[in-house]
C-alpha cells in the first residue's frame, strides 16, 4: 500500500527546492497518493520518514512510541545535533516541552498550564486589539499619498504583533521590548533549519540565530531572578508562583520556559497572519464573505475562518522532530530505532480522504479537525492566544483597510525557506488612504 514501485507512478517532484517554497501541495499530493510514509535526505543531509495522510500523521502525532528527545536520533543518522532550535544546546535549553517526553513533559506542561491560563489570554484581548490599532496607526500615519497607500504587512504588521503581545504578556519591560524585536527579527531572518537547496544565507545564520537565542535566554533568565524579588500580574510571575504551589519549577526551568513561549508562539502567529492575509487578498469572494460578515456584526465565520486558514496555509508545515524508540509501522512502512519522523501538517490538512475539496478555501467550512496545532499530548499549548491575535489582526485590517489589495504580483513574492515553518518574505499591499478611518 506505501511506496509504489517506480514504474507504476508519474515522477516524484523535487521537494525542497525554491519552487517547493513557493508551492508544496502539489509535491505533497504526490507524497500522499504514492508514498505517504516517505524516507528522503534533507537538505541539512539528515534523513527523515515524511508522513503526509492525515490518519497516519494523526496516529503519529499521538504515538508515544515516538520520542520528542533529541536523544533518541540514531547514531547512525548523521545529522544528530541538526534537529533543533539553533543554539538551543549552548543556551541550557535543552529541556523545553517540544524536546521532553513524559513523565518530564507531564509535570512542565501541568505547571505552565497553571499559569497560562485560557482565562489570562481572554483578559488580554483589549491588549492585542490596542496592539493591533497603533500598528496601523502606525501604517495609515507614514502615507504620503493622500490616494495610495502602501505597506510591508510582514514587517510593519504580523512580525511586531505577536512579538510585542507575548513581551507584554511575558512582563517584559516596555524599554526592553525593542532589544526582544531585534533578537527575533534575526531568528525569523534566518529560520532555524536550512533553506530549500540546503544553502545557507547572511554569513552563518546558525551562528546568528544561536547569538540571539542566546541573549535571549540570558535575559529572561535574569527577568526571572528579578521578578522572583517583586512579583506581578504577569505571566512569568505566574510561572514563578507555579512552582510555589508545592510542584516545583526551576528558575532554570522557567526561563526555558518562558523562552519556548516566546519562541514556539512568535513566528508561528506571524506567519498566521502573513499566510491568512494573502490567502484572503488571493481569494477575494471569500475575502468579502468574510467582510459583509464583520460589518453585520457576525463573528461566527471570522472564528471558523481563523481554523480553515490553518487548515489552507498553516504557518507550521512539517511538526517538529520526533524519533523512533522501538521499531514500528506507519502507514505500511517499517521504521528502526533511532529514525526521525517528519509529521508534514500541511499535507495531512489537504487529504481528500479527510476534507472536502480540499484545495478550496471555505472560511465556513465545517470539518475543520486540522493539525496546524497538532495533536496529542503536544498539541500547541498557545492555540487560544493565536486564535486571539490572528482573529484581532485580520478583523481589524478589514474593517481598517477595506480594500486591501496585493501590490505585486502572487509569483513575485517569496517565501521563507525553513523547513519547519511556511511564511512569506514580504507582503507588499496598497490601501486607498481615503478609506482609512
Ligand atoms: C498560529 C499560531 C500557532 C500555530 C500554528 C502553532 C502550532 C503548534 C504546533 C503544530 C505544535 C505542536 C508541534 C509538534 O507536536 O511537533 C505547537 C506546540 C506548541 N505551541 Fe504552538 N502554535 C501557534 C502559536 C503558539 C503561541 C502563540 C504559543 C505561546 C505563546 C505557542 C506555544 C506552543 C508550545 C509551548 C508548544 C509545545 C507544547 C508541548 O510540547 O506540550 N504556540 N504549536
Redesign the pocket.
Known amino acids: 500500500m506505501n511506496d509504489k514501485t517506480a514504474n507504476d507512478r508519474p515522477p516524484a517532484p523535487t521537494l525542497f527546492s525554491w519552487e517547493f517554497a513557493a508551492d508544496p501541495y502539489p509535491a505533497y499530493a504526490w507524497l500522499r497518493e504514492h508514498a505517504p510514509v516517505h524516507k528522503t535526505a534533507l537538505p541539512s543531509g539528515v534523513e527523515a520518514w515524511l508522513v503526509t495522510r492525515y490518519a497516519d500523521a494523526r496516529q503519529a ?1 499521538a504515538d508515544q512510541r515516538l520520542s ?1 528527545n533529541p536523544g533518541h536520533h540514531s547514531e547512525s543518522a548523521h545529522g544528530k545535533g541538526k534537529v533543533g532550535i539553533p543554539g538551543e544546546r549552548g543556551a541550557n535549553l535543552m529541556t ?3 524536546n ?1 517526553d513524559p513523565p518530564d ?1 507531564t509535570r ?2 501541568r505547571l ?1 498550564s497553571k499559569a ?1 491560563t485560557p482565562r489570562r489570554v481572554a483578559a488580554f484581548a483589549p491588549r492585542v486589539q490596542e496592539l493591533t490599532d497603533q500598528l496601523i496607526d502606525t501604517i495609515v500615519a507614514k502615507q504620503h499619498d493622500p490616494v495610495r497607500g502602501e505597506a510591508d504587512l510582514i514587517h510593519e504588521f504580523a512580525f511586531p504583533l ?1 512579538i510585542y ?2 513581551c507584554d ?1 511575558l512582563g517584559v519591560p516596555p524599554e526592553d521590548q525593542d532589544d526582544f524585536r531585534e533578537w527575533a527579527g534575526m531568528m525569523l531572518r534566518h529560520p532555524g533549519a536550512q533553506s530549500p537547496d540546503g544553502r545557507r544565507h547572511g554569513g552563518g545564520p546558525r551562528g546568528g540565530v544561536g547569538r540571539s537565542v542566546k541573549k535571549m535566554r540570558g535575559y529572561l533568565a535574569e527577568l526571572i531572578h528579578r521578578k522572583r524579588e517583586d512579583l506581578g500580574d504577569d505571566l512569568i510571575s505566574g510561572l514563578i508562583r507555579a512552582s510555589d504551589h508545592g510542584e516545583h519549577l526551576t528558575e532554570n526551568e522557567a526561563a526555558a ?1 518562558a523562552f ?3 519562541f ?3 513566528e ?2 506571524v ?2 497572519i502573513g499566510n491568512g492575509t494573502y490567502a484572503l487578498l488571493c481569494n477575494p469572494v471569500q475575502r468579502e464573505r468574510l467582510q459583509t460578515a464583520l460589518a453585520g456584526g457576525d463573528t461566527a465565520l471570522l472564528a471558523t475562518g481563523i481554523e480553515e486558514l ?1 487548515r489552507y496555509d ?3 508545515e512539517l ?4 524519533f523512533a524508540t522501538e521499531p514500528m509501522t506507519l502507514g505500511g512502512q517499517r521504521i528502526a530505532v533511532g529514525e526521525p519522523v517528519l ?1 508534514v ?1 500541511a499535507a495531512a490538512d489537504r487529504d481528500p480522504e479527510k476534507f472536502t475539496d480540499p484545495d478550496t478555501l471555505d472560511l465556513g467550512r465545517r470539518d475543520t479537525q486540522h ?13 487560544p ?3 486571539l ?2 482573529q484581532t489582526a485580520l478583523a481589524t485590517l478589514l474593517r481598517r483597510l477595506p480594500d486591501l489589495r496585493l501590490a505585486v504580483d502572487p509569483g513575485d513574492l517569496r517565501w521563507r525557506g525553513g523547513l519547519i515553518m511556511r511564511g512569506l518574505r514580504t507582503l507588499p499591499v496598497e490601501f486607498s488612504t481615503v478609506t482609512v478611518a
Open positions: 502525532l520528542k523545553h516541552l517540544l521532553i513533559h512542565l506542561r505552565v497560562f505577536p503581545a507575548i504578556m520556559m519556548i513561549l516566546l514556539a508562539g512568535f508561528t502567529t506567519n498566521l490553518l498553516g504557518p507550521v511538526a517538529t522532530w520526533r509529521v501538517l493539525l496546524g496545532y497538532g495533536h496529542g499530548i503536544h498539541y500547541c499549548l498557545g492555540a492566544l493565536a486564535r491575535e490572528g
